[in-house]
């Protein structure tokens, strides 16, 4: 709405009863008055209202020097400019996506995201010679507590069985085996079936902070104040680091680069992701973004709390800050075992003989050193 009023200045103390909060009390080319539900009177200057500025080149030569996104932030005032926009553009399944078919004769690492509605679990491993990474599993149910994440993890990966499961009476983790039985082709993926590793793999465990801060969701054990304590039960030692999330997400990025391999001009990528980790697979694809810029931190370096695919990514962010080259204080008190280097078979297939593999696979897994 546009009222005729020479200069802002002179508009009348009283706003128009007929303008609504929100409505323009004054508009002129480059500058605009309105009213908030508050009562607050906003004076709106825009870079056009500058004539040197009021020209389609000062737009275009911003736009090319700083990106179109920034302009928009900076210039329009327009602070959901990077909403939704993709945190890791450069991952591309077809070419990180591989399935594992064997592993190293190394430990794998586990991170840990204790999320109050969705706790996670990654499996990775990470070659001692090339410093390379692949992602071999990931776990994530919904509403389950501490205790039975803890036993469910343990079953999955090889360090008990599903009779003691029974015996502990972890409903939620049995009707979580049950569901996972039952969605072999859950989001597109064929999950591998639990255990998913032999008896007597070695891990190596590490999370956030949070896991050693006292929890009120910890409550079926008084003794028990902390994530640590109820995973310290069953001798699982957890590592912990208070890392950024800005430099979780560096070591995330340095991943997907490429990397020559010795000998050849072939390029192979850093990070590797096993097809049975389709939350974190959709995660990198899109599902991460950036968070929403606000007035006070209009270019955010961080991805968005969206409640699904942060836990994953947290988790994953957790293992690789402790074993990849960006480290930070805390405690990190797990020490890596001794590898090898060597390649194992491990019974990782799921799919009929003859289904996947081939000359591009076998390259890659011969690389994977």
């Not at 906003?42 to 030569?61: C, G, H, I, S």
């Not at 409550?219 to 994530?227: D, I, L, M, P, V």
């Not at 280097?341 to 003859?354: D, I, M, N, T």
Request: aromatic share 10%; proline share 7%.
């Amino acid at each position: 709405m546009t009222k005729p009023i020479k200069r802002p200045w002179q508009i009348a103390s009283e706003p128009d009863p007929a303008l609504r909060p929100g409505d323009y009390e004054y508009q002129s080319h480059g500058y605009s008055l309105r009213s908030t539900r508050r009562g607050i009177s906003v004076f709106e200057l825009d870079y056009w209202a500058d004539p040197a500025k009021d020209n389609e080149k000062f737009k275009l030569d911003h736009i090319n020097t700083q990106g179109a996104q920034n302009f928009r932030r900076e210039y329009l005032r327009d602070w959901a400019a990077a909403s939704g926009t993709r945190f890791y553009p450069e991952f591309d399944p077809a070419l990180y996506v591989h399935r594992a078919q064997a592993m190293l004769d190394a430990p794998v690492i586990r991170g840990w995201d204790f999320g109050k509605r969705h706790p996670a679990l990654v499996c990775l491993q990470r070659s001692p010679i090339s410093g390379r990474v692949w992602v071999l599993r990931e776990l994530m149910p919904t509403g389950m507590d501490i205790y039975n994440f803890r036993d469910l993890v343990m079953y999955a990966c090889g360090q008990m069985d599903i009779d003691e499961l029974h015996q502990r009476d972890r409903k939620k983790a049995l009707a979580f085996v049950n569901w996972y039985k039952a969605s072999e082709g859950w989001q597109g993926a064929r999950l591998p079936p639990m255990p998913w590793f032999p008896p007597g793999t070695p891990f190596i465990d590490f999370a956030g902070h949070e896991a050693v801060m006292s929890s009120a969701f910890i409550s079926q054990e008084k003794e028990e104040a902390t994530y640590a304590d109820v995973l310290a039960l069953e001798k699982i030692q957890l590592g912990w680091s208070k890392s950024l999330v800005a430099n979780r997400a560096t070591v995330f990025h340095s991943l997907l680069g490429m990397r020559r391999v010795e000998g050849s001009e072939a390029l192979v990528p850093n990070l590797l992701v096993d097809p049975a980790c389709p939350i974190l697979i959709g995660g990198l694809s899109g599902g991460i973004t950036f968070a929403k810029p606000t007035i006070n931190n209009p270019n955010p370096e961080v991805p968005a709390k969206d409640g699904w695919f942060e836990h994953v990514h947290e988790a994953t962010g957790y293992a690789l800050i402790n074993v990849c080259s960006v480290k930070e204080g805390g405690t990190g008190k797990a020490a890596p075992a001794k590898s090898t280097g060597r390649l194992r078979s491990v019974s990782f297939r799921v799919e009929p003989e003859g289904e996947e593999g081939g000359e591009a696979e076998s390259s890659l897994l011969e690389n994977w050193k």
